[in-house]
């Protein structure tokens, strides 16, 4: 059969969101309801007549509700084939009644985690029959609508006027792998929470990774790719994917890659002074604090002009009108900020084209999580880089110790190279990127990119010197010769800071010892690729 009339639904759902209406709408056609708990508590309420579920299988509702769903007379009615001459037998034999349609959506089991319940109660929590039901309807989807999403009642409403009470075969097959979708994803979240919050595994040894299409883009990388934006099922960090976008064209999968990209690294920056970061290609391109935005925008803009054409702009606060407009001279793709004044939010709308994202806050830089990178056959999955270190970590290894200017202007180089595409080189100087070489395949080459960067910067701005002149260094791992430290002394970088950790290591503080540099060490890595 491809139209299958409704004559009784079952009606079990956590979420009561449009439950009166759709149970009027269907009692309306004469379809008889069947439901639990307190899905007939409010059916009841709204004056419809409703069958509870213990009188269709003759037991009460026992165990706290453990066990009322899982009876023959409910999945016999769901799985019977109608056509098949033993199921009808059966179904008559046992005085089991045919079930059309199935309404359920599972226990709060992600809202129960989120909220920081106890263990026993997120127990309590994990729905056996609701799943079980979900199931059976969907396996069976040839004779029996399921339905799992309230925002799919209208659709549900709309099919049966336009069938005149019945579904057809098309919907239900799509209402069954949406079914198993959700069913899949809520097993999904038990799963994680029992290997990371209640087991503390780090690698379970199978991971259950569910995404839920937040949309689709024009296209992915380039535009014979095709490319979606899917968020986590379950308790996640808010970001990019959540971000508000209050005007521009639509974001495409390189502006979600690149905006992400500059607001980790502007995350590092939570809760200091004003900082702007701009990205482009995924690796910054100018990095800057100052007194206030607008002055941390030019300096990130002095860095690298050229590259910052077209790129995504990141701020760590509020974004004031003068900064807008001043990012508004240039061409710029995306900007992401916490908040923006109506000032700001005027200047960018004369800008028609520019994508603004508004995050609300920003992410914690040192929060835990794992990644995931899909490899020919498999999945190479890590924890986040959320290693950090701070001043007291460091360790002088030069016969000249920073001072503590230059101690600053390395640390601050250290977090922004870490957001660099290896092999990183990143100068810096009162807290301003002065050059940023990236992905190199030699770390001489990334030295020497970052100070022809620097150098040209100088000359377009009409500069005395390149601000690489008494600048910090910082090189996401270890100099594995000397060549590339040297590169940056000749660039007029008076301090290095880096991993260490060659077996040059000798070879390479005795070269900075010799060029004067203070060079310090800080034991970790932040290769990036």
Request: proline share 4%.
């Amino acid at each position: 059969m491809t139209a299958i009339t409704l004559r009784r639904a079952l009606l079990s759902v956590s979420d009561k969101a449009g439950l009166v209406d759709l149970g009027r709408a269907l009692a309306a056609r004469g379809v008889e309801l069947v439901s639990t708990g307190g899905t007939a508590g409010a059916l009841r309420e709204a004056g419809l007549a409703v069958k509870d579920i213990s009188e269709l299988t003759g037991f009460p509702e026992m165990m706290d509700g453990r066990v009322k769903t899982l009876h023959p007379k409910v999945h016999g009615g769901l799985l019977a084939v109608r056509d098949n001459p033993e199921h009808a037998a059966a179904m008559a034999e046992h005085a089991i009644g045919a079930i059309d349609l199935v309404v359920v959506n599972l226990y709060p089991f992600e809202a129960t985690v989120a909220k920081g319940a106890a263990r026993d109660e997120i127990i309590e929590n994990i729905d056996i029959g609701g799943p079980s039901m979900v199931r059976s309807a969907a396996k069976n989807h040839a004779y029996v609508t399921i339905v799992t999403d309230p925002a799919d009642y209208p659709a549900l409403l709309a099919e049966l006027e336009a069938g005149d009470g019945a579904t057809g075969y098309d919907f239900r097959r799509r209402m069954a792998g949406k079914a198993y979708a959700a069913t899949a994803a809520y097993d999904s979240m038990i799963s994680q929470w029992f290997a990371f919050a209640d087991q503390g595994e780090t690698f379970p040894e199978t991971l259950a990774i569910t995404g839920r299409r937040a949309t689709t883009l024009r296209y992915g990388e380039n535009p014979h790719q095709a490319a979606a934006l899917y968020t986590p099922v379950g308790p996640h960090s808010r970001g990019i994917a959540q971000a508000e976008q209050v005007q521009g064209k639509e974001l495409s999968y390189n502006n979600y890659n690149d905006a992400d990209a500059a607001l980790e690294l502007c995350a590092e920056f939570r809760g200091q002074d004003p900082a702007v970061v701009i990205v482009k290609h995924a690796n910054p391109c100018g990095v800057a604090q100052g007194a206030s935005l607008l002055e941390a925008w030019h300096g990130a803009l002095q860095c690298d002009s050229v590259s910052a054409f077209g790129g995504i702009v990141a701020v760590n606060r509020e974004l004031d009108g003068a900064t807008a407009a001043a990012i508004c001279e240039i061409f710029t793709e995306v900007v992401v900020a916490p908040s923006a004044t109506p000032e700001a939010l005027a200047a960018f709308a004369r800008k028609k084209n520019l994508r603004l994202l508004l995050t609300g806050d920003l992410p914690d830089p040192r929060r835990p999580g794992l990644q995931v990178k899909p490899i020919t056959g498999g999945l190479l999955v890590q924890t986040r880089d959320n290693g950090a270190i701070s001043a007291s970590d460091l360790k002088v290894v030069t016969q000249r110790a920073p001072t503590e200017q230059e101690l600053k202007d390395c640390l601050f180089a250290w977090t922004v190279a870490r957001h660099v595409k290896s092999n990183a080189i990143v100068y810096a100087k009162d807290g301003i990127t002065a050059g940023i070489g990236a992905g190199q395949m030699n770390r001489r080459d990334s030295s020497r990119i970052a100070a022809t960067k620097a150098a040209e910067a100088a000359q377009t701005y009409g500069w005395a010197q390149s601000r690489t002149v008494g600048s910090a260094v910082a090189s996401d791992a270890f100099f594995p010769f000397a060549d590339g430290l040297l590169a940056a002394a000749e660039a007029g970088a008076t301090a290095v800071i880096q991993p260490g950790g060659s077996i040059r290591d000798d070879e390479v503080i005795a070269a900075a010892d010799a060029a004067g540099l203070a060079m310090v060490f800080t034991g970790m890595r932040h290769f990036r690729h």
